[in-house]
């Protein structure tokens, strides 16, 4: 079984900073993608950024240039630093992982339970 962990999140002033992680443990046998999403009350999850296990990284355009996603591959963790928060960031914040249990097992995703973070104008 597959667990996804996450912390980092709270309540902050817009204009700060905050940073998430996400540390997976269970049967894990290689991760190939680990990502951060996020839903806000109303609207769809949606992606935030993205990282595999070669380091190529993706983002959404809102959060370009302010949230940094980085992974820890020994650690099976990933982080988000999250800069200059803005009131819309305001969301429930999920981990996600692509992973095999086995090697011959196929890519399956799992979630961590979500932590929220809460920008403050």
């Known amino acids: 079984q597959v667990q996804l962990v996450e912390s980092g999140g709270g309540l902050v002033q817009a204009g700060g900073s905050l940073r998430l992680s996400c540390t997976a443990s269970g049967i894990i046998f290689n991760i190939n993608a680990m990502g951060w999403y996020r839903q806000a009350p109303g609207k769809q999850r949606e992606l935030v950024a993205r990282i595999t296990s070669g380091g190529s990284t993706n983002y959404a355009d809102s959060v370009k240039g302010r949230f940094t996603i980085s992974r820890d591959n020994a650690k099976n963790t990933v982080y988000l630093q999250m800069n200059s928060l803005k009131p819309e960031d305001t969301a429930v914040y999920y981990c996600?992982?692509?992973?095999?249990?086995?090697?011959?097992?196929?890519?399956?995703?799992?979630w961590g339970q979500g932590t929220q973070v809460t920008v403050s104008s």
């Open positions: 996600n992982a692509e992973l095999r249990e086995r090697p011959w097992g196929s890519l399956r995703q799992y």
